[in-house]
């Protein structure tokens, strides 16, 4: 699209799907939850507390521990599973696999565990292995939403967007109103220059949960349909919530060069490099406007 000369020299919608795994909130136990032994459940109630401190390191000692007691139990997979989840969240994610395969051992089969594992998959940049195992998941179960989804944003980041476009048909007919399908859309649809439906698609992401990715894209894609109210709006609202990314100066700058405002996109370029931002790429990204 236009705006390709961020200071990132990616597009919003480009780094959303080079930044995948994206956090996915799901189940992470097993898909049958057992009765904890009584010696298990003083140690999960003393991992539970230190999750909530915060302290996730002695969390997963503590599970260990917990594991340890009846390490063949349908319970020690659940527990695997949790630790498998606290060991991607400490950036671990070969030992995050490693919890997850040895519950998988316990309770093989489980949708729950193969999910875990394609996501671990992915933190390790095993594409193809991540690829398969959702794969499967996808002809096992074809109401499951999240392969579709990731399958779709490979497929995108790949440069491939008529297979893209497939998964994303398919996630939008299983959840047309899930915050991942407007995500996969907005993506698409940006990176195809549709950049009316893309903004639809990111005001509704917007009205989900205003994180700065979605402003981005939304403020992104209105520079480039020269709707230059909203996007000042937008922006402004953006660098409110989130006033040290240095793409969102940026971005106003370019608002601002468009505007005729020239004092205003001058500072806004020197507060994006003063963030972080290349000069050069600053540059380059205003004078193309």
Not at 50 to 73: K, M, V
Not at 143 to 166: C, K, N, V, W
Not at 240 to 247: E, K, L
Request: charged fraction near 20%.
């Amino acid at each position: 699209m236009a705006l390709c000369a961020m200071a990132s020299d990616l597009t919003t919608s480009q780094k959303l799907a080079d930044a995948i795994p994206r956090e996915v909130a799901a189940e992470t136990a097993p898909d049958v939850e057992p009765m904890l032994p009584p010696g298990m459940l003083p140690l999960v109630e003393r991992a539970d507390s230190l999750i909530a401190a915060s302290d996730l390191q002695g969390a997963a000692a503590t599970l260990r521990q917990a594991i340890d007691i009846e390490p063949l139990s349908p319970a020690a997979a659940m527990l695997w599973s949790n630790l498998g989840v606290i060991r991607q969240q400490l950036g671990d994610p070969q030992g995050a696999l490693a919890a997850v395969d040895s519950a998988a051992m316990i309770v093989p089969g489980s949708t729950t565990l193969g999910l875990a594992r394609a996501r671990a998959l992915m933190a390790l940049n095993r594409k193809q292995d991540a690829i398969d195992q959702y794969t499967v998941l996808a002809q096992r179960d074809s109401t499951l939403t999240e392969p579709h989804f990731y399958l779709g944003m490979i497929a995108f980041r790949d440069g491939d967007m008529d297979r893209a476009q497939s998964h994303f048909e398919r996630l939008r007919a299983l959840a047309p109103a899930d915050e991942s399908t407007h995500l996969a859309w907005a993506s698409l649809y940006t990176a195809r220059g549709l950049h009316r439906d893309a903004a639809r698609e990111y005001r509704l992401l917007v009205d989900c949960a205003p994180e700065e990715e979605y402003l981005s894209g939304l403020t992104e894609n209105l520079i480039a349909l020269d709707e230059l109210s909203e996007a000042l709006e937008t922006v402004n609202s953006a660098i409110q919530r989130y006033p040290d990314v240095a793409d969102l100066y940026l971005l106003r700058a370019i608002i601002n060069k468009r505007l005729y405002l020239y004092d205003d996109a001058r500072a806004d370029a020197r507060q994006a490099v003063a963030l972080g931002a290349s000069p050069a790429a600053v540059n380059a990204t205003l004078n193309s406007f």
